[in-house]
Structures are given as structure tokens and as C-alpha cells.
């Protein structure tokens, strides 16, 4: 008998970030009592997989709900056939991944797109890559296909790259050495985005970063961050986001004032990402806001750069600002818009599901865009 059969063995399941799951399953079982979702433990004990998921995954979230991970919200709760039928179709997913034709499947599958993305960037002028402004205060991470390990792997860019064209060959190079099937900036600007640690003010981040010996202004100090929308949440279709994306713009248009015009992004995939780079957080403060942020820049009184108190007055704003928008029906990921830590796609690469290239595009083109051919 195999080993798994009849002794405790490492649970087969991954987490979010390609890590393997670090309890055991019991013998004869391949998964964990927490990731028990698999055709075998359907067929032993459907009862305790269907509650299991329900646990988890209890809600008919309405598409503007912004509490889907905590499943505390006023959402109707899913009927007992339609969570049946989710879970029967989670279970064949798992049991399929299981399989070696499905794992040869992927790798050669893989293999191939990794091709794909590096001939295209070998190919293509510096000059079609895209950097934010501020590109040195960004963290870069690239999502690349690990052939040893068979999984995306997530390496974060010690390159500290700059708005030139120097910048532009440097960001090349690393595109054509990693072939990263996806490539992320970070929203905020940071003193030293390199050595970004995890949230220290989150509840499981600070202890990430305590356990990891970081220091709260080396690694935490927080200098700005614009203004950005992520238009993709629960849509069908990429036509049906760029119809949301120009309700959205020709709001906001309508309710701020800038000194630049929104950038409007198409993510490669069905969404879209409507970014306003002049946004300042000072000049939308006002009364006892706009006292405490004065008051952080104060030198008599400030004995340390205003990180902690900065991220949280940015987040407040944002925070109400989305309440506006949910008010309005916009639908958005609600999440992106006040988190200082989120990172975005970056114009100009590849999107490595789709194999499509993220790009800028003009507001006049939403009602007749197409996102063009894949590379595959």
C-alpha cells in the first residue's frame, strides 16, 4: 500500500500563495479535515463536506457586498441545492488536479505560455513598456511559473527602477530573464519599497512583521498614494466592465476636480482600472482632517516620519469616499480603492491568463474597445 494509505502524510492541499497546507491528513485521506474537498471524502461523508463548505462559503453575497470574506453580512444565505451543486463541482475540481494526466496537462500547458510571454518581450521595443510615476517608490512583483515546484511562485524585484529610459531597458531585462506570467506595482509610494514588510497595523500582519525582526520606520514608512479603482468585480464580460468603468469616470469627473485626467487601464483580462495620478490627499482634507495632516508635518513636533498616522487618515478618506460610490450602484472591488498595500497590474505586460497586454487606453474608446488577439 501506498504510503498515505495507512500512515499520516503532509495534506496535498495549497494555499493562496502556492504554499503547501502544513497539517496532516489521516490515513487513507489526502487532505486535511480543512481542506477535505475532494470526490473520495464526497462520497464517504457528504453531509460534513457540504457543512464544511457552508462554514466557509455560506452566503448569496449581492455583488455589492463588501464583507464576502467575513460572511457577516445582512446577505440571504445559500439554499441547501444550490450549495449541493457548488460543492459536488469544488470536489470534482480537486480529485481532477490530483490526477497526473491534469498535472502533466498544466505543466506542459505552462511551459508553453512562459514561451509565449518571453518571446513577446524580446521582441517588443523598451519603448511599448509602461512605468508609474514615482516608478523608484514602487515595489515590483512578478508572478512567474516555477518548473521545479510546478506552481506560480511570487518574486518580489529588488531593482529600484526610474522614470527614464534606462529605467525602460532595465524593466525589459528582468521581463525576458523571469517570463512572469503577471506583474504587479505597488499602489503606494514607499521610502523603501524593496524591504516592504507586511502590514504591522493588520491583526495577522503584525505579528508577520515582528516575527520577522522588522523595524516599523525601515520597513513601514508610508510617502503617498494616488487615487485607484479597480473595475472587474463580479463581471461577465469585459464589455460589461468598460460600460461600469465609464459610469464610473463620467461620475467622478462630475463630483472632483484634478489636475489630471483619470488614466484609464485595460487589465489584459475583462476588467478595467481607472487610476488619477494628480490626486492629493491634502487637497481633499478639510476642517479638523486637514488640521491633523498638517499637524503630522509639523518639525517641532513630528520626532518621526508620519507613516503610521499618514496610512490611516488616507484609508479614512478613501474609506468614505467608496461609501459614496457603493451609494451610487457603481460596482468596483471595493477593497482596492482605501488599502495602501494593494498592487495593481502593470501597463504594458502580459496577462498570463489571457495572454492579452494590459494597456492605456482613452475614455472614447470604451464603447468600441477591443482588447485585440492572445498570444495564445
Avoid at 316 to 326: D, L
Wanted: glycine residues 6%; contains cysteine; proline residues 6%.
Amino acid at each position: 500500500m501506498s504510503e498515505w494509505q495507512n500512515e499520516f502524510t503532509r495534506c496535498a492541499a495549497r494555499k493562496k500563495d502556492g504554499t503547501k497546507c502544513k497539517l496532516y491528513a489521516p490515513p487513507d485521506e489526502l487532505f486535511c479535515e480543512h481542506h477535505a474537498f475532494d470526490v473520495r471524502s464526497f462520497i464517504r461523508t457528504p453531509n460534513e463536506v457540504i457543512n464544511l463548505y457552508a462554514k466557509y462559503f455560506p452566503k448569496q453575497h449581492h455583488p455589492a457586498c463588501d464583507r464576502k470574506g467575513q460572511n457577516d453580512c445582512d446577505c440571504p444565505d445559500l439554499p441547501l441545492a444550490t450549495l449541493t451543486a457548488r460543492v459536488i463541482k469544488r470536489c470534482f475540481d480537486t480529485s481532477l488536479k490530483q490526477t497526473p494526466e491534469w498535472k502533466e496537462h498544466q505543466r506542459l500547458t505552462m511551459n508553453r505560455r512562459t514561451k509565449a510571454i518571453r518571446k513577446y518581450y524580446e521582441k517588443i521595443d523598451h519603448t511599448e513598456l509602461w512605468l508609474p510615476p514615482y516608478a523608484q517608490w514602487r515595489q515590483y512583483r512578478f508572478f512567474e511559473w516555477d518548473r521545479k515546484e510546478q506552481r506560480i511562485r511570487v518574486t518580489k524585484l529588488q531593482d529600484n527602477f526610474r522614470n527614464t529610459n534606462e529605467g525602460l531597458k532595465a524593466l525589459k531585462r528582468r521581463l525576458i530573464q523571469y517570463a512572469p506570467h503577471h506583474v504587479y506595482y505597488t499602489t503606494g509610494a514607499w521610502l523603501n519599497p524593496q524591504g516592504l514588510g507586511p502590514n504591522p497595523m493588520s491583526k495577522g500582519g503584525s505579528k508577520k512583521f515582528y516575527k520577522r525582526r522588522m523595524f516599523t520606520h525601515y520597513n513601514n514608512t508610508f510617502l503617498f498614494r494616488e487615487l485607484y479603482f479597480d473595475v472587474d468585480y463580479e463581471m461577465e464580460t469585459f464589455e460589461q466592465a468598460a460600460q461600469e468603468t465609464k459610469r464610473l469616470l463620467e461620475w467622478y469627473q462630475g463630483k472632483t476636480e484634478s489636475s489630471e485626467k483619470p488614466t484609464i487601464v485595460f487589465s489584459g483580462g475583462k476588467g478595467f482600472h481607472l487610476i488619477d495620478f494628480g490626486w492629493k490627499l491634502k487637497e481633499n482634507l478639510f476642517g479638523s482632517q486637514l488640521e491633523r495632516y498638517n499637524k503630522l508635518y509639523d518639525i517641532k513636533q513630528a520626532k518621526h516620519p508620519p507613516s503610521v498616522k499618514l496610512q490611516q487618515l488616507d484609508r479614512a478618506w478613501k474609506t468614505w469616499f467608496v461609501k459614496r460610490i457603493k451609494r451610487e450602484g457603481i460596482l468596483i472591488d471595493y477593497d482596492v480603492t482605501p488599502d495602501p498595500r494593494r498592487i495593481i497590474r502593470l501597463p504594458g505586460t502580459i496577462h498570463g491568463k489571457r495572454g492579452r497586454v494590459c494597456q492605456i487606453i482613452n475614455a472614447d474608446e470604451l464603447d468600441t474597445f477591443e482588447p485585440g488577439p492572445a498570444l495564445w
